[in-house]
């Protein structure tokens, strides 16, 4: 069982004490940095080799190579993508984050499906479409 300590809980809210609160159901997920900004964030690192979690297996990562691929491919598209459904679209080869939610989500939705095809291993492929 896992402890408070663990989570940095120094206390219980004083919503708790409302009868009408039922935890954690009458709150709802913050999309933006619980899904956009931390699970994408986490998915680039476990794809680039970052964060090893399978003790050696390791066959989710995606090569250098696919990775420049991927790059060059998100930076052409930026010429025949209107700037009003996503500004600049950060080089995900060098950067662990992108710079707002808008463009983590561009990719996400757009770029990263047609991206990861044939370069991210069908299984992990096939989790990320039915995740998003």
Known sequence: MR?????????????????????????????????????????????????????????????DKDLIEIRKACAASRTTIPSSIVGKLSDIHKSESFHSAETKLAWILFYGPAQLDGKLPKPYFTRFLEFY
């Open 3 to 63: 402890t408070t300590e663990e989570f940095l809980i120094q206390a219980t809210s004083i919503l708790m004490e409302l009868k009408s609160t039922v935890f954690p159901n009458s709150f709802m997920i913050e999309f933006m940095h619980l899904v956009i900004h931390n699970t994408s964030k986490l998915l680039l690192s476990l794809w680039k080799g970052n964060i090893l979690s399978d003790k050696g297996k390791v066959d989710y990562i995606i090569s």
